[in-house]
């Protein structure tokens, strides 16, 4: 395989991945989880040389199969309600506690009406954050137009560096934001596609490389610039987790609703399928018996599916967001820090 295939195929592996990590609604995440269950589960029971049937017949297979789903799903349910009264725990506190969050959410949002020169920020996180990253744009275009009559060159190339990335991140971002609502994933998506913290590095570093050459006009836009990404980064962290806390308590729900059809069916398949001559004939070679076990059992597993896909999402944005400020646990392409 030469090297332009090899490299095609890793983008379209990792666009896959992000789908089914990030991007992808997570119904059809689910989807597709209980499909490959089916699929892979109904396969193996047709390849078996000892046809399902007749383990039915000599044993009680598919009673400690769905005996042991009935356990699995009660046991599931426990497990997402002691995870929904943790969410909930956070927002519960004394008098004192809720007005100190009170006030810190009040002074962050006056900081941030500060830098946008509004009266007050707007109250829509998208647009809360949309607004973050015009004023990181309008400020890198300031930083650009300061040093346009410094005489040294790489002062001027490590800006124009500094400031394209900034722009094309911004600019990203708020395309991505126009119109979005909170509950949906591209808030956050678009969020996490602004990397402030490498920025941030790389912006500190031009201001001490070049203190000597940055005259007062372009320190403190570089400054002006810092600042708003200073203030994007807590927003979008505060965002992340309410975002985190809207997607357990949207997983607890359809945890528990899933949980109620996979029981009627787990106890209705414990109760009715302890004769398998009551399903006879095969369909594309395959007992009809084996076709509606198989089914019961994904049925079933519906929760586990649901939590999966759920999880999964909710472990990657916090293993992407793991440090705030200028830290990056991932790597890095070099040790100047960009991406």
């Known amino acids: 395989m030469s090297t332009d295939d090899s490299s095609s195929t890793e983008v379209q592996i990792g666009a896959i991945r992000t789908y089914l990590l990030l991007d992808g609604p997570r119904w059809l995440v689910v989807v597709g989880i209980l499909s490959v269950f089916f699929v892979a589960v109904l396969g193996l029971v047709a390849i078996d040389p000892a046809p399902l049937e007749g383990a039915l017949e000599s044993g009680d297979t598919a009673e400690t199969l769905f005996q042991s789903l009935v356990t699995a799903i ?3 349910v426990t497990l997402v309600v002691s995870i929904n009264s943790l969410v909930i725990s956070q927002e519960l506190g004394a008098l004192g506690d809720q007005r100190e969050r009170m006030g810190g ?6 900081d941030a009406a500060d830098l946008i020169d509004e009266p007050v920020s707007p109250m829509a996180p998208a647009a809360f954050l949309q607004t973050l990253l015009e004023r990181c744009n309008d400020r890198a275009g300031d930083l650009a137009r300061a040093v346009e009559d410094v005489g040294d060159e790489s002062m001027k190339e490590a800006v124009s560096v500094f400031v394209g990335a900034v722009q094309e991140d911004a600019e990203r971002g708020i395309e991505d934001l126009e119109g979005e609502q909170f509950g949906t994933f591209a808030i956050v998506s678009a969020a996490l ?3 402030y913290s490498v920025k941030i590095q790389q912006g500190k570093r031009i201001a001490r490389e070049y203190e000597d050459q940055l005259d007062d006009a372009a320190a403190d836009a570089l400054d002006d610039v810092l600042t708003a990404m200073q203030l994007f980064g807590p927003a979008r962290e505060h965002i992340k987790t309410l975002y985190v806390q809207w ?4 997983l607890s729900r359809g945890i528990v609703y899933a949980a109620i059809p996979a029981l009627i069916v787990s106890i209705g ?3 009715t399928l302890d004769n398998p001559g009551s399903v006879a004939g095969r369909t594309l070679g395959v007992a009809n018996a084996s076709w509606l076990i198989v089914g019961a059992a994904t049925v079933s597993v519906t929760p586990f599916a649901i ?3 759920y999880i999964v999402r909710v472990a990657t944005v916090i293993k992407r967001t793991l440090a705030i400020g200028p830290f990056v646990l991932r790597e890095l392409d070099d040790d100047n820090g960009t991406d």
Request: glycine fraction near 10%; charge should be negative; hydrophobic fraction near 55%.
């Open 105 to 110: 959410s009040l002074e962050f949002r006056d």
């Open 193 to 195: 596609e602004f990397g």
């Open 269 to 271: 398949a414990l109760l």
């Open 74 to 76: 009660v046991t599931g």
């Open 307 to 309: 939590l999966l896909a």
């Open 247 to 250: 997607e357990l308590v949207n």
